[in-house]
């Protein structure tokens, strides 16, 4: 049980958004928190529940950032490639997986509206957060708004309604912020760095 429930007031900012996720801030694991979000949204209207994945959607957009990204990198190192323990550069890489970077941001967006507008500001703030999580990324924010809908029955189509220029998949949108080597945090993040023990991994080419 988690008390009694939380009466919630309609979304229309991008403030009532972060507002309304923080009154699921005391549940510390991810795919549980994911799965009452989408149960108290169910309970609004279904203007909210679209201004919710506007605002949702716009806010994976503003974390497509290489301050976020260098904050990705340091929580999944990319792998160097060798060969007969001589790095090999190969076209294309370092990569990073583009769908594990939307499930990165999706778990930053559940951090809050402070944590979110800092981190893209300085990823170091992520080493003043009181309880810093041990894992970030959550899928399940993606399918809040559509299960939400599911759970109402309503026949509310999303993609109908929102502008898909701010969809995190198939919008058009280049990485915002200084361009860094995101790949190299120990020369842009040294202090970062050194709190993630940051390492990784060698794969060695046959």
């Given amino acids: 049980m988690h008390g009694k429930p939380v009466k919630m007031g309609e979304i229309n900012t991008v403030d009532d958004?972060?507002?309304?996720?923080?009154?699921?801030?005391?549940?510390?694991?991810?795919?549980?928190?994911?799965?009452?979000?989408?149960?108290?949204?169910?309970?609004?209207?279904?203007?909210?529940?679209?201004?919710?994945?506007?605002?949702?959607?716009?806010?994976?957009?503003?974390?497509?950032?290489?301050?976020?990204?260098?904050?990705?990198?340091?929580?999944?190192?990319?792998?160097?490639?060798?060969?007969?323990?001589?790095?090999?550069?190969?076209?294309?890489?370092?990569?990073?997986?583009t769908d594990m970077f939307i499930y990165f941001r999706c778990g930053i967006i559940l951090l809050g509206k402070e944590a979110v507008s800092n981190l893209i500001e300085n990823p170091e703030f992520i080493m003043l957060l009181k309880n810093h999580p041990k894992e970030i990324d959550e899928e399940g924010m993606l399918y809040v708004a559509e299960d939400a809908l599911k759970l109402k029955k309503s026949k509310t189509n999303l993609d109908e309604l929102l502008d898909m220029a701010d969809h995190y998949d198939m919008g058009s949108f280049s990485m915002k912020g200084e361009k860094i080597d995101w790949f190299k945090p120990e020369v842009f993040a040294p202090e970062l760095s050194k709190f993630y023990n940051y390492k990784r991994q060698v794969i060695e080419m046959p």
């Fill in 17 to 97: 958004f972060y507002k309304f996720l923080a009154n699921s801030q005391t549940i510390e694991d991810n795919f549980t928190r994911t799965k009452m979000i989408a149960q108290q949204l169910s309970r609004m209207s279904d203007s909210s529940i679209v201004n919710y994945e506007k605002y949702f959607r716009k806010e994976l957009v503003r974390l497509y950032n290489y301050n976020i990204l260098l904050l990705f990198e340091l929580n999944y190192p990319s792998p160097i490639f060798t060969k007969k323990g001589v790095p090999v550069e190969i076209p294309g890489e370092p990569y990073f997986s």
